[in-house]
Antibody, heavy 120, light 108 residues
Framework: QVQLQESGPGLVKPSQTLSLTCTVS??????????WSWIRQHPGKGLEWIGY???????YYNPSLKSRVTISVDTSKNQFSLKLSSVTAADTAVYYC????????????WGQGTMVTVSS | SYVLTQPPSVSVAPGQTARITCGGN??????VHWYQQKPGQAPVLVVY???DRPSGIPERFSGSNSGNTATLTISRVEAGDEADYYC???????????FGGGTKLTVL
């Protein structure tokens, strides 16, 4: 079955760019029918959708983060990536990648999540 | 943007029925999805499109949606159901997914 796995640095300095990658196994991003999303969860808080990408490269971002977010896809590696620029301590969170069905809008598969701390 | 309101906590004794609500303006017109998140783990989809269950989710989990309230119902609650539960919809006004604030289910 399809599995997602996040990877990337667990510590990022303020003002730098947070970069994470999600590797998809057991299925192909290129098969279509799904949006590939990034979602984060601040410590002890709820879930915040960051944005998604379709295999074609079409993207959509949360308006509150849009100016700092870039999501890209590498279909040859079956991966999609998140870049969040100019980070501050407020970006400290667990970052999840997730698959969203383009018909239902539900996030049916999630990665295990990766904790990213912004600190000098 | 669209606001989803969940009670911060719900408590229920084992074997009883837990009902977790998700309030939103005319939420009955939207598809609501529910997630279970246990400590230190990623969320798991337990109900989608108001009342459908993904494969592997027990029949004890059910959902309904009407008017301004969607409800996740967990029948015959077990200790293993203790978790945070989040509702989610697609907000057509801002054109992105929205999550409720989450409800902590405590099994007494």
């Amino acid at each position: 079955q399809v599995q997602l796995q996040e990877s990337g640095p667990g510590l990022v300095k303020p003002s730098q760019t947070l970069s994470l990658t999600c590797t998809v196994s057991g299925g192909s991003i290129s098969s279509g029918g799904y949006y590939w999303s990034w979602i984060r969860q601040h410590p002890g808080k709820g879930l915040e959708w960051i944005g998604y990408i379709y295999y074609s490269g079409s993207t959509y971002y949360n308006p509150s983060l849009k100016s700092r977010v870039t999501i890209s896809v590498d279909t040859s590696k079956n991966q999609f990536s998140l870049k969040l620029s100019s980070v501050t301590a407020a970006d400290t969170a667990v970052y999840y990648c997730a698959r969203e069905g383009d018909s239902s809008g539900a996030f049916d598969i999630w990665g295990q999540g990766t904790m990213v701390t912004v600190s000098s | 943007s669209y606001v989803l309101t969940q009670p911060p906590s719900v408590s229920v004794a084992p074997g009883q029925t837990a009902r977790i609500t998700c309030g939103g303006n005319n939420i009955g017109s939207k598809s609501v999805h529910w997630y279970q998140q246990k400590p230190g783990q990623a969320p798991v989809l337990v109900v989608y499109d108001d009342s459908d269950r993904p494969s592997g989710i027990p029949e004890r989990f059910s959902g309904s949606n009407s008017g301004n309230t969607a409800t996740l119902t967990i029948s015959r609650v077990e200790a293993g159901d203790e978790a945070d539960y989040y509702c989610q919809v697609w907000d057509s006004s801002s054109d992105h997914p929205m999550f409720g604030g989450g409800t902590k289910l405590t099994v007494l």
